[in-house]
T-cell receptor, first 109, second 114 residues
């Protein structure tokens, strides 16, 4: 079957590091996406992983383990503007995306 | 990357009427998707609209209710037909770029049906 799970909400402190986890079960797995979505706005593409390992883009990094069906998004040096929902989505071999429900990240000063 | 625009950005419509949403992309893309999103919820895929083929609808969505056109590689429309208040939502178009895979969303159309 197709399933994807991520925590509903997380809280972190400005300047700290937070890791948002995502587990998936996807037939014909063809990669995993992470998106950021501020309230009232469209999702913004952050990363795509298809190979195992960590990919870094500035303050954001994304990790994938295909054997474990697991990914995480790591946010460093948190800023207040990072308060948003973070969506993970796995892609199958037909280029269909299966979406998680999103993790609402709250940053406190 | 891709820059996507949508029209209208928002509309308030009466029950029983139809609204056509336009999606324009600044580059040629094969794979385009239409989603809707209720406030505070995740994205729900309505259909895949690849140029050169009929749109493929997800379970719960039918062509009579949500007809889609994809006349070329930079443009698509989604019509919400015979609207009811349950159709009130944000409608988003999206494109998938390949190698490397990146997916971009339009700014969305906020639809309210009264």
């Amino acid at each position: 079957g197709q399933n994807i799970d991520q925590p509903t909400e997380m809280t972190a402190t400005e300047g700290a590091i937070v890791q948002i986890n995502c587990t998936y079960q996807t037939s014909g797995f063809n990669g995993l996406f992470w998106y950021q979505q501020h309230a009232g706005e469209a999702p913004t593409f952050l990363s795509y992983n298809v190979l195992d390992g960590l990919e870094e883009k500035g303050r954001f990094s994304s990790f994938l383990s295909r054997s474990k069906g697991y990914s995480y998004l790591l946010l460093k040096e948190l800023q207040m503007k990072d308060s948003a929902s973070y969506l993970c989505a796995s892609m199958d071999s037909n280029y269909q995306l299966i979406w998680g429900a999103g993790t609402k990240l709250i940053i406190k000063p | 990357s891709a820059v996507i625009s949508q029209k209208p950005s928002r509309d308030i419509c009466q029950r029983g009427t139809s609204l056509t949403i336009q999606c324009q992309v600044d580059s040629q893309v094969t794979m385009m998707f239409w989603y809707r999103q209720q406030p505070g919820q995740s994205l729900t895929l309505i259909a895949t609209a690849n140029q050169g083929s009929e749109a493929t609808y997800e379970s719960g969505f039918v062509i009579d209710k949500f007809p889609i056109s994809r006349p070329n590689l930079t443009f698509s429309t989604l019509t919400v037909s015979n609207m009811s208040p349950e159709d009130s939502s944000i409608y988003l178009c999206s494109v998938l770029l390949r190698e490397p895979y990146e997916q971009y969303f339009g700014p969305g159309t906020r639809l309210t049906v009264t």
